[in-house]
């Protein structure tokens, strides 16, 4: 938990628009272990660190994608969007036929390319946010 952790306060802060939202409310940089302790959390490692994590819920048919966090040294070389399909191959080998998140607008360039698609405008504790769905290919 303390590498994830890490890997999730560094992550957050990285993105400019949200740091200063963040430092206000610390609370909101606090990773719960609920996923991790429930098998539901995928961790990205290079050497013996980690890199970066996925986690997801099932909410009815569907996956909701919980987090998606690299660490901002290893961003830009395809560790998310390796994290996304090894999401989208747990769905589809559960039988789940969408995955789902809300995604920050500076998110939805990536998540466009790795399949998503826009949905509706959602009002998140920070500001507006975007629901997206993807099809699990069968």
């Given at each position: ?104 607008p500076h998110a939805l360039g990536f998540y466009t390319k790795v399949g998503f698609v826009v949905g509706h405008e959602v009002e998140t ?14």
């Amino acid at each position: 938990m303390p590498a994830l952790r890490e890997v999730f306060r560094r992550s957050s802060l990285s993105n400019e628009h949200d740091r200063v939202n963040l430092l206000a409310h610390p609370e909101a940089l606090e990773l719960s272990d609920l996923a991790v302790t429930q098998g539901r959390t995928r961790a990205a490692v290079a050497g013996d660190h980690i890199i970066g994590f996925a986690s997801w819920a099932l909410c009815g048919d569907t996956f909701e994608l919980e987090d998606l966090f690299v660490d901002p040294d290893s961003m830009r070389q395809g560790v998310a969007r390796a994290l996304v399909q090894d999401v989208v191959a747990r769905a589809r080998d559960d039988g789940i036929r969408q995955v789902e998140v809300t995604a920050n607008p500076h998110a939805l360039g990536f998540y466009t390319k790795v399949g998503f698609v826009v949905g509706h405008e959602v009002e998140t504790t920070f500001g507006p946010g975007f629901r997206m769905r993807l099809t699990v290919p069968s």
